[in-house]
């Protein structure tokens, strides 16, 4: 069992940064591979960046390359999403997730899910 909590989300300018967490328990955090999904009103659950259990590799979505970096402590449990550049289309709720698994964008593969957390971006 897993449980993930977010936090770091907020209210941010456009061009302006933030850096979410996903705090994880238990003991076995480091053999989870894990993502961060988005979800902007009336649309879709999107998968913006996943990082294996080692932290050897790394996807992003088109929407957020260049801008967002993933990465992960596992000495502290705990996965990051640096976003820089932020856009008022990158307002949304954002997920962390955990994978035993699998690596991947959708949404299936994921275990365990955080309760999100609100990141808006104001023009």
């Known amino acids: 069992q897993v449980q993930l909590v977010e936090s770091g989300g907020g209210l941010v300018q456009t061009g302006g940064s933030l850096r979410l967490s996903c705090a994880a328990s238990?003991?076995?955090?480091?053999?989870?591979?894990m993502g961060w999904f988005r979800q902007a009103p009336g649309k879709e659950r999107e998968c913006i960046a996943t990082?294996?259990?080692?932290?050897?590799?790394?996807y992003y979505s088109d929407s957020v390359k260049g801008r967002f970096t993933i990465s992960r402590d596992n000495a502290k449990n705990t996965v990051y999403l640096r976003m820089n550049s932020l856009k008022p289309e990158d307002t949304a709720v954002y997920y962390c997730a955990a994978s035993r698994y699998g690596l991947g964008i959708d949404a299936r593969l994921y275990d365990y899910w955080g309760q999100g957390t609100q990141v808006t971006v104001s023009s």
């Open positions: 238990g003991r076995t955090f480091s053999s989870y591979n």
């Open positions: 990082i294996s259990w080692s932290g050897g590799s790394t």
